[in-house]
């Protein structure tokens, strides 16, 4: 199985502030990587597919980047609803999809 | 506007049989191009594949699951379903089912979900 890492687990931020965090394949996957946002007591929501694409309605705030094994997800100014988790997921090993382990954004 | 909504028991004794069913509403699960899937959550953890079903009835299941798991679909009720058995306490989670579109070969992404059913697998 193609392992996803998720790092850093958890960050803190304020309002405005320009974020980061990155997604590690454990072989190449090409850019078949996706970016989801989850909020306490949701579903998953879609930001980012095909490692840089960004999904119909999303800020464009949200951008992605990388290719091989190692992923970017930005997000240039953070926003009120910004703070949830975010969650890499490969589609290259088809059918067997895996997820990251989610990137938990707090309010500094 | 696709619409998910899983609906079955939010609480299962150890090894029985765990069945969800996801109703599709605002479009046709025979549509051309998706795959209708399951996943899982357990409680303040990750995001696990449970498996996925085509319009056809072809089916694609994760490995660590499969001699357990039976994903079905009712093309005339717009529906599909997961049966699991032997149920254990690691079954207990947040159970999703998900529209998956296939954008290009390898490439897709789920874009639409229901909103998460919890079963509890306990005696």
């Known amino acids: 199985d193609i392992q996803m890492t998720q790092s850093p687990s958890s960050l803190s931020a304020s309002l405005g502030d320009r974020v980061t965090f990155t997604c590690r394949a454990s072989?190449?996957?090409?850019?078949?990587l996706n970016w989801y946002q989850q909020k306490p007591g949701k579903a998953p929501k879609v930001l980012i597919y095909?490692?840089?694409r960004l999904q119909s309605g999303v800020p464009s705030r949200f951008s992605g980047s990388g290719s091989g094994t190692d992923f970017t997800l930005t997000i240039s100014s953070l926003q009120p609803e910004d703070f949830a988790t975010y969650y890499c997921?490969?589609?290259?090993?088809?059918?067997?999809?895996?997820f990251g382990q989610g990137t938990k954004v707090e309010i500094k | 506007q696709v619409q998910l909504q899983e609906s079955g028991p939010g609480l299962v004794e150890p090894s029985q049989t765990l069945s969800l069913t996801c109703t599709v509403s605002?479009?046709?699960?025979?549509?051309?191009?998706?795959?209708w899937s399951w996943i899982r959550q357990p409680a303040g953890k990750g995001l696990e594949w449970i498996g996925r079903?085509?319009?056809?009835?072809?089916?694609n299941y994760n490995p660590s699951l499969k001699s357990r798991l039976t994903i079905s679909v009712d093309t005339s009720e717009n529906q599909f379903s997961l049966k699991l058995t032997s149920v254990i306490a690691a079954d207990t989670a947040v159970y999703y089912c998900a529209r998956e579109w296939v954008y290009y070969a390898s490439g897709s992404l789920y874009d639409y979900w229901g909103q998460g059913t919890l079963v509890t697998v306990s005696s």
């Open positions: 605002g479009g046709s699960i025979s549509s051309g191009g998706y795959f």
């Open positions: 095909a490692a840089s």
């Open positions: 997921q490969q589609t290259y090993s088809t059918p067997t999809w895996t």
């Open positions: 079903i085509y319009t056809t009835g072809s089916t």
């Open positions: 072989q190449s996957i090409g850019t078949y």
